[in-house]
């Protein structure tokens, strides 16, 4: 049973900085691939940023220079970075993950897995 549990998010004042966590559990962490995703109000949801499972990456232009995704395989532990917040930044955040052989679906935005998403405010 896959499980994706996200923390670390909260309300900043524009300028700061957060670091989300996505905590996975029941797989084989080392051979998903992942991503961040996030919603606002009124919104559909958008992809931030994808790490692959050689670790390579791709980030939103919207996101680049100011977030940081990574992940650490001894952990199963996904995090973002956010530094720079905007207020455009603020939405829901999901994380989402995919078998190797699936690893299209993340750029794409389908991950077969999702977390159930943490609030970030900016203000």
């Known amino acids: 049973h896959v499980q994706l549990v996200e923390s670390g998010g909260g309300s900043v004042q524009a300028g700061g900085s957060l670091r989300l966590s996505c905590a996975a559990s029941?797989?084989?962490?080392?051979?998903?691939?992942m991503g961040w995703f996030r919603q606002a109000p009124g919104k559909e949801r958008e992809g931030v940023a994808t790490i692959d499972t050689d670790g390579s990456t791709q980030y939103a232009n919207s996101v680049k220079g100011r977030f940081t995704i990574s992940r650490d395989n001894a952990k199963n532990t996904l995090y973002l970075q956010m530094n720079s917040l905007k207020p455009e930044d603020t939405a829901m955040y999901y994380c989402?993950?995919?078998?190797?052989?699936?690893?299209?679906?993340?750029?794409?935005?389908?991950?077969?897995?999702w977390g159930q998403g943490t609030q970030v405010t900016v203000s």
């Open positions: 989402g993950i995919d078998v190797r052989s699936s690893c299209r679906r993340i750029v794409d935005g389908t991950p077969s897995w």
């Open positions: 029941g797989i084989t962490y080392r051979e998903y691939c």
